[in-house]
């Protein structure tokens, strides 16, 4: 009974809390920025790495090449067997086609 006496006579924020005019903000801590000055930190680390590569594009040109990945993937997908496989290509045309019975606006 107490608990409910409480409740019905606290004063709190209209509708949502943490939304429109009357709404509950909450203070800055110190912890909060602690962890947004740590996430600014990380990023600029990450954008720092982005900027200068490990290779440059000399080095990294035909660093794979004796591997040869594309040439046997592209061999693989114009292999006959494995056409013969996969479905045909189907357009708007051929699906819609049956809604063509008579045009006579043309």
Do not use: C
């Not at 592209?74 to 189907?90: F, Q």
């Amino acid at each position: 009974m107490h608990l409910t006496l409480i409740s019905f006579f606290k004063k709190t924020v209209p509708g949502h809390i943490f939304r429109g005019k009357r709404r509950l903000v909450k203070p800055v801590s110190r912890k909060a920025m602690d962890t947004l000055r740590r996430e600014y930190e990380r990023e600029e680390q990450v954008m720092l790495l982005l900027r200068h590569p490990y290779l440059t594009v000399e080095e990294s040109y035909g660093h794979v090449k004796h591997l040869q990945k594309s040439e046997v993937k592209i061999m693989k997908w114009n292999d006959t067997a494995t056409l013969k496989k996969m479905k045909p290509h189907v357009t708007w045309e051929d699906r819609l086609n049956h809604l063509r019975v008579k045009e006579s606006w043309d």
